[in-house]
């Protein structure tokens, strides 16, 4: 077998091949072998079947058979052979066909990654910033530790909500006066804390009993990922119908101990510490290798096979339409 490369361009390469017809006629004569083991021709009984027989009744079909599998076989070893790093589907300029006595040839384009010879690092510089974990990060982390270890329990006596409690609601909501079914709930729980509500309706859930009752403004922007709230003002109707209170362990040695294997509060502090610097050390890595490789892409010129480039748009569009699709999906109250 005979190969050729050409480059078309840093990325697209002509592959040009000839396999000899000592090799096709053999690759013919073991599709006919095959074929004739259960070839039913009338006259004939299955295994018997004559070979001028068979080519005249499938000689084109066997003919198709081995062009396909011969071009498959020996551009890859075209491939392999010139160590070609391909980045998408070969395109095969012409359908060969075969001719008796005749080598088969074909021609391939094949996009490849590019060869960088040289890469241009002469005044590239990045920067990273040194680790720093204020103590107010260290609190939070305690915070939600003592949030995950608290007791849930109604208020007795039973009190108005406050900041910090767990409600659970039943609602509806209206835009331009018409109902939103699919936006409405019935028993939802709702934490009362300002990352999780927008905040009227924290302000609406503050001060609420059970069996309590009210209605609630909302402004949405004109961005918000459901359309139907897209620049609206909704009316949320909201009724109570239970309260609980969250009673949050003291911050001593026994609740560091209930948290893992620490003796001491101060231990828990310092293994939280440790990990939220692992944690930005990661980030900085991660952000000092963006720097590096957009520095690099911009102090030198690399071309892009197509083929690369359409998969990339594909893959953020899909992305993009994922996204959507699921933020056209939310419908809980007050998410912004």
């Known amino acids: 077998m005979q190969t050729e490369i050409r ?7 002509e592959v040009t091949v000839e396999v000899p017809w000592d090799r096709v006629h053999k690759d013919l004569n073991d599709t006919y072998r095959e074929i004739g083991k259960t070839a039913r021709v009338r006259g004939f009984r299955p295994g018997k079947v004559p070979k001028n027989v068979l080519k005249q009744v499938y000689g084109r079909q066997a003919a198709a058979q081995v062009t396909g599998a011969l071009v498959e076989q020996c551009l890859m070893q075209a491939v392999q052979e010139h160590e070609l790093h391909i980045v998408a589907q070969p395109e095969i300029e012409e359908a060969p066909e075969l001719e008796q006595g005749k080598p088969l040839t074909f021609k391939a384009k094949v996009e490849v990654r590019p060869k960088i010879d040289e890469v241009v690092t002469d005044g590239i510089e990045v920067w990273q910033k040194p680790i720093d974990i204020p103590d107010e990060d260290i609190d939070k982390e305690i915070e939600q530790l003592r949030n995950q270890h608290s007791e849930i329990q109604v208020p007795d006596p039973i009190r108005p909500a406050q900041e910090g409690d767990l409600i659970t609601i039943d609602y509806t909501v209206t835009v331009d006066g018409e109902a939103k079914e ?4 019935e028993g939802r729980q709702v934490e009362i804390v300002d990352e999780h509500l927008l905040p009227a309706l924290k302000e609406g859930l503050v001060g609420m009993k059970p069996d309590d009752e009210k209605t609630v403004d909302i402004d949405f922007e004109g961005d918000h990922p459901n359309p139907d709230l897209q620049g609206k003002t909704a009316q949320f109707t909201i009724r109570a119908k239970e309260l609980h209170e969250k009673l949050l362990p003291d911050l001593d040695d026994e609740f560091a101990k209930d948290c893992g294997d620490y003796e001491t509060l101060l231990e828990l502090r310092l293994k939280i510490r440790e990990g939220l610097e692992g944690s930005a ?7 000092l290798k963006d720097q590096l490789i957009e520095a690099l892409i911009q102090a030198n010129d690399i071309p892009v096979p197509p083929s690369m480039v359409q998969q990339q748009q594909q893959m953020m569009m899909y992305e993009m339409a994922q996204f959507m699709q699921m933020a056209g999906q939310q419908g809980a109250p007050g998410a912004d």
Request: net charge negative; hydrophobic share 40%; glycine share 12%.
């Open 7 to 13: 480059e078309i361009s840093p990325v697209l390469v």
């Open 281 to 287: 050390k990661q980030r900085g890595d991660a952000e």
């Open 182 to 185: 699919d936006l409405g709930a």
